[in-house]
């Protein structure tokens, strides 16, 4: 399934309040019958549009980065550096494992999640997947601190980064979402009603 760049809005400039309540928003609480992954490129706001969601949803979220630096007690960027980035890759599969085996949440995965056909395995059968599409020109206008990212060096190695993973995003998606001039809460309404749709989302009896 895909929803397209601006369907739901005439400009590109769109600009969502979500203090307004939108039509059909109900603030009952819901249950989500398997983990929500979000994956993408760096930059394509999945923190941010899980975070949203889950307070849509009233249910709870991770960041598996934020996971990651929390078990090992060091930012990213020091476990880069310090031990490389296989051994990142190792913890990274590690962690996701064990997310996908807890209680279902939303789950926003770094931007290489996709690398490992292990991951892959993990995330198609073991949840749904919400890719957020972005290009590496539109990420890189939206990364302000690229030091936190130990690979997003400069915009030519980013697009082809990007290339190189796009059918890897592609394979794992359940739910394909163009991000281009769309903002995080508008994102996080559309996807909320799609797992409503697909049952992913129940509502709490
Ligand atoms: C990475 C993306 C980062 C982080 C690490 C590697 C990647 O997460 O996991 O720096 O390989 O694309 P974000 O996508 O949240 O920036």
Known sequence: MTLESGQNCGNSEEVFDFRKKPAGYNPTTYVL???????????????????KLARM??????????????????????????SGEEAFRSIETNL??????GDPQLIACGGGIVLASRNREILKD???VVYLKVT???????????STRPLFNDLESARKTMAGRLPLY?????????????????LAYDIFETLKKEGVLCQQK
């Open 33 to 51: 019958n398997r983990p929500v992954f979000f994956v993408g490129f760096m930059g394509a706001g999945k923190t941010s549009v899980a975070r």
């Open 57 to 82: 949803a009233s249910v709870a979220s991770m960041d598996l980065d934020a996971y990651i630096e929390r078990h090992c007690d060091k930012k990213i960027s020091d476990i880069f550096a310090e």
């Open 96 to 101: 996701l494992d064990e997310l996908a085996e």
């Open 126 to 128: 073991r949840g749904y």
């Open 136 to 146: 590496a020109d539109e990420a890189a206008g939206r990364i302000s601190d690229t």
């Open 170 to 186: 592609e394979s794992v998606a359940d739910l394909t979402v163009d991000t281009a001039g769309r903002s995080t809460g508008s």
